[in-house]
């Protein structure tokens, strides 16, 4: 079963556009963070935002985090024609010592040049 | 610096077979957690290995198998494979305990289809 949802499911903009995308999720957690994966590639990790904090940049990345409504966003900002993937959230339980990843079902940006 | 390495990158198997995937952690990590990702979903947890040990598994049946080597680098086998079970299968690196800094590094996959 998937804890976290994706919201939209797809998304199509325009290269230098702002790209907002939402999460919800089930249960406590000890972080949620945003993953990228490109056409049936591996992930890679975008950004970890603890249960504590509220709110973390990285680069053009923004990500909020709302635990009271249990739920997430990412924002890319000036996109670029290479933001193109889907991008997925995925929490940690707390108090677990290893990292068990739940992930959603993603939302699939396309930016076009 | 190595990153985590898988192999084979595609494979292709008729039903009632059995198949055995590889990966390498990223060098200096000592857990490995594979994952599951159908087609258009997002990865489930099938399981992690810390001290050549099974730690945490998800809802997966028992034909699905791992093992981990004291060079920390892990199999997973699916036996009795059905046609269901194709998908990317993902196997992703960290440490383990408060080492971690809880990001996940994962490898480019192996893409397993089922006949």
């Known amino acids: 079963s998937q804890q976290g949802e994706e919201d939209p499911q797809a998304l199509s903009i325009q290269e230098g556009e702002n790209a907002t995308m939402n999460c919800s999720y089930k249960?406590?957690?000890?972080?949620l963070q945003w993953y990228r994966q490109n056409s049936g590639r591996g992930l890679v990790h975008l950004i970890l935002?603890?249960?504590?904090?509220r709110e973390k940049h990285s680069g053009r990345l923004r990500v909020t985090l709302d635990t009271s409504k249990k739920s997430s966003s990412l924002l890319i900002t000036a996109s670029r024609a290479a933001d193109t993937a889907s991008y997925f959230c995925?929490?940690?339980?707390?108090?677990?010592?290893?990292?068990?990843?739940?992930f959603g079902g993603g939302t699939r940006v396309l930016v076009k040049p | 610096d190595a990153g985590v390495t898988q192999s084979p990158t595609h494979l292709i198997k008729t039903r009632g077979q059995q198949v055995t995937l590889r990966c390498s952690p990223k060098?200096?990590?000592?857990?490995v957690s594979w994952y599951q990702q159908a087609l258009g979903q997002g990865p489930q947890f099938i399981f992690q290995?810390?001290?050549?040990?099974?730690?945490q598994r998800g809802n997966f049946p028992d034909r699905f198998s791992g093992h981990q080597f004291p060079n920390y680098s892990s199999e997973l086998n699916v036996n009795a494979l059905l046609l269901g079970d194709s998908a990317l299968y993902l196997c992703?690196?960290?440490?383990?305990?408060?080492?971690?800094?809880?990001?996940?590094?994962f490898g480019e996959g192996s893409r397993l289809t089922v006949l």
């Open positions: 935002i603890r249960s504590n904090e």
């Open positions: 992703a690196s960290s440490l383990w305990g408060l080492r971690t800094t809880g990001e996940l590094f």
């Open positions: 249960t406590s957690i000890n972080n």
């Open positions: 995925a929490t940690a339980p707390p108090g677990a010592a290893g990292n068990k990843l739940t």
């Open positions: 290995y810390y001290e050549e040990e099974e730690r």
């Open positions: 060098s200096g990590h000592d857990t």
